[in-house]
């Protein structure tokens, strides 16, 4: 079993910064990959980032790239989700999910496990 704790989250401004931290513990030696996928009210689940644990291997969908920056520190077992030049439509809830097999996809469903979520708030 992995359990999957985010954090950072919080109400910001347009334009404004944040980072999400991700935290693993328990059988993390089996992680191969960490997505970062949100989640606004009456909107379907939407990918945002993916890291391959080992190799540092990125993946970002087009509405985040070059605004947000996925990072990984194995020792620490957290993957970071740097978010830069917020927007009020990145405003949800974030969640990462760890993933024990080969490839760091966009769908969510080919994850294994997942966390709680840290809510973002952006106003405008």
């Known amino acids: 079993q992995v359990q999957l704790v985010e954090s950072g989250g919080g109400l910001v401004q347009a334009g404004d910064s944040l980072r999400l931290s991700c935290a693993a513990s328990g059988r993390t030696f089996n992680i191969y990959a960490v997505g970062w996928f949100r989640q606004a009210p009456g909107k379907e689940r939407e990918f945002v980032a993916a890291i391959n644990w080992s190799g540092g291997n990125v993946d970002y969908s087009d509405s985040v790239k070059g605004r947000f920056t996925i990072s990984r520190d194995n020792a620490k077992n957290t993957v970071s989700l740097q978010m830069n030049s917020l927007k009020p439509e990145d405003a949800a809830s974030y969640h990462c999910?760890?993933?024990?097999?080969?490839?760091?996809?966009?769908?969510?469903?080919?994850?294994?496990?997942w966390g709680q979520g840290t809510q973002v708030t952006v106003s405008s």
């Open positions: 999910a760890a993933r024990t097999r080969w490839n760091w996809p966009r769908d969510a469903n080919m994850y294994d496990y």
